[in-house]
């Protein structure tokens, strides 16, 4: 089952920044937050992800609470294109293997014009 | 490089056939996932492959589906028989080594089982 809780939807003009938040406060301390997203009719998509501090890269910022128990996905200029589901992942990261998506119901972003 | 490959993108079969859907993952990639997704589940993990070894099939519905990769270059997914409840998108995804963070998903296949 999935350890993260999201709002099932969201709305943000275009332009604006889209803020995305993800509860996951059951986090195990070598659990890494990933965040995925759908377009419509593609597979996911790898978007950022993080141990403990903020982290920036040319899709989008992550910034992730103190205690870990949250985080919030931050994409600074939203356009159309933006306009999908994205998935907040809690999942170990391991030097000797790799471990599947655990994938939960996420958030559906509409970018409105 | 052209990505992750699946095909076919769509296939529409009657209940009872067999169905064979196929993935060629990214060169050098060491990982092959294979996960499924309907609006009633969401996206879910059926098995996935280690430089060739199935590694975790519990996602594995039942005995009617059965995946193979005979080689780095090539996976399949076999359902036999089909039903209609197996009608879903079937993606496959690779990822290259060991604590890699990103796993490449292909464009999916897209089965309806009538």
């Known amino acids: 089952d999935a350890k993260t809780t999201q709002p099932p939807s969201m709305d943000c003009a275009e332009g604006r920044a889209a803020n995305l938040p993800c509860n996951h406060s059951t986090i195990s301390g070598n659990e890494y937050v990933y965040w995925y997203r759908q377009i419509h009719s593609q597979g996911p998509q790898y978007i950022i992800h993080?141990?403990?501090n903020n982290e920036t890269n040319e899709m989008a910022s992550l910034i992730i609470t103190e205690d870990r128990k949250s985080s919030t996905l931050i994409l600074p200029h939203a356009t159309l294109r933006d306009t999908a589901v994205y998935y907040c992942?809690?999942?170990?990261?391991?030097?000797?293997?790799?471990?599947?998506?655990?994938f939960g119901k996420g958030t559906r972003l509409s970018v409105i014009a | 490089d052209a990505g992750v490959i699946q095909s076919p993108r769509h296939e529409v079969t009657e209940m009872g056939q067999e169905v064979t859907l196929r993935c060629k993952p990214i060169?050098?990639?060491?990982?092959l996932f294979w996960y499924r997704q309907t609006m009633m589940r969401g996206l879910e993990l059926l098995i996935y492959?280690?430089?060739?070894?199935?590694?975790?099939d519990s996602g594995m519905p039942e005995d009617r589906f059965s995946a193979k990769m005979p080689n780095a270059s090539f996976s399949t997914l076999k359902i036999q028989p089909s039903e209609p409840r197996d009608s879903a998108v079937y993606f496959c995804?690779?990822?290259?080594?060991?604590?890699?963070?990103?796993?490449?998903f292909g464009p999916g296949t897209r089965l309806t089982v009538l």
């Open positions: 993080g141990l403990k």
């Open positions: 060169s050098g990639h060491d990982y």
């Open positions: 995804a690779s990822s290259p080594e060991p604590g890699a963070d990103t796993q490449y």
């Open positions: 992942i809690v999942r170990p990261r391991l030097n000797s293997g790799n471990t599947p998506l655990v």
């Open positions: 492959f280690n430089n060739n070894v199935p590694i975790d």
